[in-house]
């Protein structure tokens, strides 16, 4: 499965974006997908994830209750609702794929990945 983020931008704090990710290539709704990103000077992390079918969810604590993952299987497509943005969420955001939704945590476990996309909070 091939996969490509957009909609990262300029954002001062407290304010909100929208990241897709369009999926072509594969039967999306087979797949688990994902969000992680890379802040300046920082690893790669964890952010969110979303389950094949939509019903399992998981959130890194840094984000639970401003961001949310989301996915349309039949648009094969994926979102990150991220609001009451901080500088600290300013990073390259990468969307993720996984075969089976197993450890969705697990960076290691995503096999195929899309470009970032970058994401500045300003103070």
């Known amino acids: 499965v091939q996969l490509q983020a957009s909609g990262g931008g300029l954002v001062q704090a407290g304010g909100s974006l929208r990241l897709s990710c369009a999926a072509s290539?594969?039967?999306?709704?087979?797949?688990?997908v994902g969000w992680f990103r890379q802040g300046p000077g920082k690893e790669r992390e964890f952010v969110a994830s979303?389950?094949?079918?939509?019903?399992?969810?998981a959130y890194a604590d840094s984000v639970k209750g401003r961001f949310t993952i989301s996915r349309d299987n039949a648009k094969n497509m994926m979102y990150l609702q991220m609001n009451s943005l901080k500088p600290e969420d300013t990073a390259v955001y990468y969307c993720?794929?996984?075969?089976?939704?197993?450890?969705?945590?697990?960076?290691?476990?995503?096999?195929?990945w899309g470009q970032g996309t970058l994401v500045t909070v300003s103070s």
């Open positions: 993720a794929a996984v075969p089976r939704y197993g450890s969705p945590e697990a960076m290691e476990a995503y096999g195929y």
């Open positions: 290539g594969g039967i999306f709704s087979t797949y688990g």
């Open positions: 979303v389950s094949g079918t939509g019903s399992r969810t």
